[in-house]
């Protein structure tokens, strides 16, 4: 501007120079305006986008808590649903739920027992009957309750240096504990350093808690609570791990540091992304996360942008001073033409600059993204669809969205053009068809565009596959409904879908039979030929009851040795007396374990409803008495229940 105020000074004559300094002057103050305007909206742009990107890192941890605590949940419903969940059961669920791939940053997924202080001892006989010779509860010392981690997998080098820590010996994680016990609900803990920690790559831990307590017990206060109190499934977490993969691509732009509690002082510090970075950051951000009874306060830093900043400054500025100028100069038409070229070529950059931007973010983006015309067929399809749904791009260009739908949702397909033809954008879960006649589940997310009369003109899609998400739910569930070793219904849902029975059978005014059938002589065949020999006998032996029964009768595997049947429609007890002898003779044909001839007897227990019981509680407790009866007597038979009247 000096410059210019300089040769304007030299060259025009003072009439002229006047009202051109007058305009230089207001072209100066107006170009110092707008710097500061567009420095002020770059700031702004830059702390929205900040404040954004903190946001969804806050809620990505959020749910990764979320997601592990199902896992707990999981774990707890697995000992609700079996008598007694052994150490091999217990890693083989672990290892189906796949920790590493589904759920990375969680540690493992333990079990630690509760154990009062007279039942040491023979805690310890027990643990090292099971083929741990050297172990014993640590740290060593009188207390007046312990606990004991008995089970922790993966149990790998690093999990086994917990094996038998008692947690309730360190205050921060019984106090954890003890607030999960009185609340009956998962609890984390405070800052520790976790005992499978050593000197290499050290890291802040903390532990998720889940009570468990004995299976029908009253919960209703904490006195009760603690009676009933068998353990806590818990889950250890590595702080550098847990968070790491939530921080995804904004990890080297942001900082952030988690503290447990409100204070941010070192001491608390349980994450820091970048710790060698300086205490002056451009912006920041302070969130609180309430997560199962833990505040943890997230501090979020920007990176230093300087040399991008500057850079950027330097242009805008520039671009101002030269607008100025050529305010200045109008009265030069060859300056203004020239002025006019630069700004449409500068337009012209930007757009070419920016429609690269769109075409490599909607061709790199890991999500299928597609557009549709206003009669809903395919316009355009990015990549990632093209790969997820296995058809060739120029098969999909023309043919209706509704082609990939299952058959019958023709009615949905009509709702869903009335809806966008409103201009309402919605977010939903659909099952789309694949090439290869596969079905992948989908959350599609649609924005639809209208001209200024309303009119529909197109949609944006967003695809996102969360078929192996839907899968890992369906393998959680079946685990938590099945045994796992025969694959049979487990007790509770047995007992579940025999109080449907139970409704039906009064509303039908029909008899049912319950089973309770115990094998003879199993614990003989465990203990000479083995564990896996015990397996196998115990699925043959569901395998042999199943082709005993109808179609319509349920099995359940009750745990060890025992099973449950449900015959519907008995017309007497003789008819399930058949059904019982029908089950002997096939449970009692020899079976070929470990390359010997083995056999086995049932003993078989039977009440009929209603002669023997109204409720579940009273036919399983008849049902019981006659299996019992039937062992102690002879075993490999079938007894009915005993119906005692008294009054008369």
Same mark, same amino acid.
């Given at each position: 501007?000096?410059?210019? &105020?300089?040769?304007?000074?030299?060259?025009?004559?003072?009439?002229?120079?006047?009202?051109?300094?007058?305009?230089?002057?207001?072209?100066?103050?107006?170009?110092?305006?707008?710097?500061?305007?567009?420095?002020?909206?770059?700031?702004?742009?830059?702390?929205?986008?900040?404040?954004?990107?903190?946001?969804?890192?806050?809620?990505?941890? /959020?749910?990764?808590?979320?997601?592990?605590?199902?896992?707990?949940? !999981?774990?707890?419903?697995?000992?609700?649903?079996?008598?007694?969940?052994?150490?091999?059961?217990?890693?083989?669920?672990?290892?189906?739920?796949?920790?590493?791939?589904?759920?990375?940053?969680?540690?493992?997924?333990?079990?630690?027992?509760?154990?009062?202080?007279?039942?040491? &001892?023979?805690?310890?006989?027990?643990?090292?009957?099971? !083929? *741990?010779?050297?172990?014993?509860?640590?740290?060593?010392?009188?207390?007046?309750?312990?606990?004991?981690?008995?089970?922790?997998?993966? *149990?790998?080098?690093?999990?086994?240096? =917990?094996? !038998?820590?008692?947690?309730?010996?360190?205050?921060?994680?019984?106090?954890?504990?003890?607030?999960?016990?009185?609340?009956?609900?998962?609890?984390?803990?405070?800052?520790?350093?976790?005992?499978?920690?050593?000197?290499?790559?050290?890291?802040?831990?903390?532990?998720?808690?889940?009570?468990?307590?004995?299976?029908?017990?009253?919960?209703?206060?904490?006195?009760?609570? /603690?009676?009933?109190?068998?353990?806590?499934?818990?889950?250890?977490?590595?702080?550098?791990?847990?968070?790491?993969?939530?921080?995804?691509? &904004?990890?080297?732009?942001?900082?952030?540091?988690?503290?447990?509690?409100?204070?941010?002082?070192?001491?608390?510090?349980? *994450?820091?992304?970048?710790?060698?970075?300086?205490?002056?950051?451009?912006?920041?951000?302070?969130?609180?996360?309430?997560?199962?009874?833990?505040?943890?306060?997230?501090?979020?830093?920007?990176?230093?942008?300087?040399?991008?900043?500057?850079?950027?400054?330097?242009?805008?500025?520039?671009?101002?001073?030269?607008?100025?100028?050529?305010?200045?100069?109008?009265?030069?038409?060859?300056?203004?033409?020239?002025?006019?070229?630069?700004?449409?070529?500068?337009?012209?950059?930007?757009?070419?600059?920016?429609?690269?931007?769109?075409?490599?973010?909607?061709?790199?983006?890991?999500?299928?993204?597609?557009?549709?015309?206003?009669?809903?067929?395919?316009?355009?399809?990015?990549?990632?669809?093209?790969?997820?749904?296995?058809?060739?791009?120029?098969?999909?260009?023309?043919?209706?969205?509704?082609?990939?739908?299952?058959?019958?949702?023709?009615?949905?397909?009509?709702?869903?053009?009335?809806?966008?033809?409103?201009?309402?954008?919605?977010?939903?879960?659909?099952?789309?068809?694949?090439?290869?006649?596969?079905?992948?589940?989908?959350?599609?997310?649609?924005?639809?565009?209208?001209?200024?009369?309303?009119?529909?003109?197109?949609?944006?899609?967003?695809?996102?596959?969360?078929? /192996?998400?839907?899968?890992?739910?369906?393998?959680?569930?079946?685990?938590?409904?099945?045994?796992?070793?025969?694959?049979?219904?487990?007790?509770?849902?047995?007992?579940?879908?025999?109080?449907?029975?139970?409704?039906? =059978?009064?509303?039908?005014?029909?008899? *049912?039979?319950?089973?309770?059938?115990?094998?003879?002589?199993?614990?003989?065949?465990?203990?000479?030929?083995?564990?896996?020999?015990?397996?196998?006998?115990?699925?043959?032996?569901?395998?042999?009851?199943?082709?005993?029964?109808?179609?319509?009768?349920?099995?359940?595997?009750?745990?060890?040795?025992?099973?449950?049947?449900?015959?519907?429609?008995?017309?007497?007890?003789?008819?399930?007396? =058949?059904?019982?002898?029908?089950?002997?003779?096939?449970?009692?044909?020899?079976?070929?374990?470990?390359?010997?001839?083995?056999?086995?007897?049932?003993?078989?227990?039977?009440?009929?409803?209603?002669?023997?019981?109204?409720?579940?509680?009273?036919?399983?407790?008849?049902?019981?008495?006659?299996?019992?009866?039937?062992?102690?007597?002879?075993?490999?038979?079938?007894? &009915?229940?005993?119906?005692?009247?008294?009054?008369?």
């Amino acid at each position: 501007m000096q410059f210019v &105020a300089r040769l304007l000074a030299q060259t025009l004559t003072p009439a002229i120079a006047t009202p051109t300094l007058i305009a230089l002057v207001f072209a100066s103050v107006l170009g110092v305006m707008v710097v500061n305007r567009l420095e002020q909206a770059r700031d702004e742009s830059i702390r929205s986008a900040f404040a954004l990107e903190t946001g969804e890192i806050t809620l990505r941890i /959020e749910e990764r808590l979320r997601t592990y605590r199902q896992v707990l949940k !999981g774990a707890h419903a697995l000992f609700q649903a079996s008598e007694a969940v052994s150490r091999d059961e217990w890693r083989r669920y672990v290892t189906a739920l796949n920790l590493q791939v589904e759920y990375p940053g969680i540690q493992g997924v333990g079990f630690a027992v509760h154990i009062p202080a007279d039942h040491l &001892a023979r805690h310890e006989r027990t643990v090292r009957a099971e !083929g *741990f010779p050297d172990y014993r509860v640590s740290p060593p010392g009188p207390r007046s309750e312990y606990s004991a981690i008995v089970y922790l997998e993966p *149990f790998d080098w690093r999990n086994q240096r =917990a094996f !038998g820590y008692d947690m309730l010996s360190e205050p921060v994680r019984r106090q954890a504990m003890t607030q999960a016990l009185h609340s009956g609900l998962p609890t984390l803990s405070g800052k520790v350093r976790l005992v499978q920690e050593t000197t290499i790559d050290p890291q802040a831990g903390v532990l998720l808690y889940l009570p468990l307590f004995r299976r029908g017990a009253d919960l209703g206060s904490p006195a009760r609570r /603690e009676q009933a109190l068998l353990g806590w499934v818990y889950g250890p977490f590595r702080m550098n791990d847990l968070v790491a993969g939530a921080l995804s691509e &904004a990890g080297p732009r942001i900082r952030l540091r988690i503290h447990d509690g409100h204070d941010t002082t070192p001491g608390t510090l349980l *994450f820091d992304s970048h710790p060698d970075w300086d205490d002056n950051p451009d912006h920041s951000d302070r969130r609180l996360l309430e997560l199962d009874g833990r505040i943890w306060t997230l501090v979020f830093d920007d990176t230093p942008r300087r040399g991008a900043g500057q850079t950027a400054h330097g242009l805008e500025t520039g671009a101002v001073v030269l607008i100025c100028g050529l305010l200045v100069l109008l009265t030069a038409a060859a300056a203004a033409a020239r002025s006019r070229a630069r700004a449409l070529d500068r337009a012209s950059t930007s757009l070419r600059n920016s429609e690269a931007r769109y075409s490599t973010l909607v061709n790199l983006s890991r999500d299928g993204i597609a557009a549709l015309d206003a009669q809903l067929n395919f316009s355009f399809i990015n990549p990632r669809l093209v790969r997820l749904l296995g058809y060739p791009e120029e098969s999909l260009i023309g043919t209706p969205f509704s082609r990939l739908w299952p058959p019958g949702e023709a009615a949905v397909s009509k709702h869903l053009l009335t809806r966008l033809q409103r201009g309402e954008p919605s977010s939903y879960e659909q099952d789309l068809l694949t090439a290869d006649g596969r079905t992948l589940t989908a959350i599609v997310t649609d924005a639809p565009h209208l001209d200024k009369d309303g009119s529909l003109q197109g949609v944006i899609l967003s695809i996102t596959d969360i078929s /192996e998400r839907k899968a890992s739910e369906e393998r959680i569930r079946y685990l938590a409904t099945h045994d796992s070793l025969t694959g049979l219904s487990n007790r509770a849902s047995f007992l579940e879908q025999m109080n449907a029975s139970l409704l039906m =059978a009064r509303r039908q005014h029909s008899r *049912f039979a319950l089973l309770y059938l115990d094998l003879d002589h199993f614990k003989e065949i465990n203990d000479n030929l083995g564990h896996a020999a015990g397996d196998a006998l115990l699925m043959e032996t569901a395998q042999r009851l199943r082709h005993c029964l109808r179609a319509s009768d349920l099995l359940a595997r009750q745990g060890g040795d025992e099973f449950m049947a449900l015959l519907h429609d008995m017309v007497g007890m003789n008819e399930a007396l =058949a059904v019982a002898e029908k089950i002997r003779r096939a449970v009692g044909a020899p079976i070929l374990l470990e390359g010997r001839e083995a056999r086995v007897s049932v003993s078989i227990g039977i009440a009929l409803y209603p002669d023997h019981g109204t409720d579940l509680d009273s036919l399983s407790r008849h049902a019981d008495a006659a299996m019992y009866r039937d062992k102690s007597n002879r075993r490999n038979g079938a007894s &009915a229940a005993v119906i005692r009247r008294t009054g008369q």
